[in-house]
């Protein structure tokens, strides 16, 4: 975003793309935490269960993807470092593994 748009907007571009950035972040935990759980385990229709957590993760990186985008169209920069997508999500998930 140029200066006269920042102007025009009337606040801190920071702010502005606060919720941008834990929205890429929850997605990008969503993706890796779907890809894990969908490996592991010795359950019933395993095939089946996982090939749908693909299908999820996949859909979540999409939207990853979109919401990247709008952040650099808004002048920022998304958030790379996987430390800041844990504590920017919001999300919570354990970081130990559970049993499936």
């Excluded at 779907?34 to 269960?49: F, H, I, S, T």
């Excluded at 990186?61 to 999500?89: C, D, F, K, T």
Aim: charged residues 25%.
């Amino acid at each position: 975003m140029g200066t006269r748009g920042r102007e025009i907007v009337g606040l801190d571009v920071n702010e502005l793309l606060d919720p941008p950035q834990q929205g890429l972040c929850r997605r990008v935990v969503r993706v890796t935490t779907v890809l894990a759980r969908g490996q592991g385990g010795q359950r019933p229709m395993k095939d089946a269960v996982a090939a749908e957590l693909l299908q999820h993760a996949t859909d979540e990186l999409a939207h990853a993807g979109l919401v990247a985008n709008r952040i650099i169209q808004l002048g920022g920069r998304p958030l790379v470092e996987p430390r800041l997508w844990y504590e920017w999500s919001g999300c919570g998930y354990s970081r130990r593994p559970t049993s499936m």
